[in-house]
């Protein structure tokens, strides 16, 4: 399991470089975006497999049995540590299940990378991961936490920010402190910690483009 970069491509650590090259296939999200990164590091030969949300179930037994004549794959995502919001742990579940052996190759994670500079509180916090498309499903998630003791962690997608922050007003209040990060490690990184009411109309007039960490902090925390 091999942690990629969430942005800039010179975060890929030595020791996933060497695993990367020396792996007899790579296991990934999107094999273009995969391309690119082994591009960037000058990595060749290795073949490309997809693997991903739509065909991990299917895929994670014959891999299994592959690993257990002796191949060894690294699996990748499109960004980040795989397993964690993307694919990977329907396979690590069947290698574990045989007794194989599943090395992790830590690295860059959006999630902890917002928590470390937004200023909340980082003693413990609760990776939601994706929430639900659905206007009702975020506001019920959002209502049954409203009074969670730790730092709430989030992705969104650029397609759903704005709503995600709409519901998080109307569900938490407009006072309620958050942390949305946008572009992680690239040249326009941004974070914007403050009142939710405040974030959400600051959002209004920002581009929506990548993904977005939002972490929420516990009721009654001020800056």
């Known amino acids: 399991m091999v942690a990629t970069p969430i942005g800039n491509l010179a975060d890929l650590s030595p020791r996933a470089r060497e695993i990367l090259a020396g792996a007899d296939a790579l296991l990934c999200e999107d094999t273009r975006t995969a391309a690119k990164l082994l591009a960037r590091w000058e990595i060749s030969g290795v073949p490309m497999l997809a693997h ?5 179930r299917a895929r994670a037994p014959h891999l299994a049995e592959r690993i ?3 191949e060894s794959f690294a699996l990748i995502s499109d960004a980040g540590t795989p397993g964690l919001s993307d694919p990977g742990f329907r396979l690590v579940r069947e ?37 639900p498309p659905k206007k009702a499903a975020r506001q019920r998630f959002f209502e049954a936490h409203r009074s969670f003791p730790h730092t709430i962690c989030l992705y969104e997608s ?60 516990p009721d009654g925390f001020v800056l």
């Open 52 to 56: 991903h949300e739509h065909n991990e």
């Open 158 to 217: 650029s397609h759903r920010i704005e709503k995600c922050l709409n519901d998080l007003v109307e569900s938490l209040g407009p006072e309620r402190t958050i942390a949305v990060a946008k572009e992680l490690t690239k040249i326009h990184e941004q974070v914007h910690t403050g009142p939710a009411g405040d974030i959400r109309d600051r959002f209004k007039s920002l581009s929506r483009k990548g993904e977005f960490v939002v972490l929420i902090a």
């Open 95 to 131: 290698c574990r299940r045989r007794g194989l052996n599943v090395i992790s190759i830590p690295g860059p994670n959006a999630a902890v990378a917002a928590l470390s500079i937004a200023g909340l509180p980082t003693d413990a916090f609760f990776f939601a991961g994706f929430l």
């Open 68 to 70: 257990a004549g002796g």
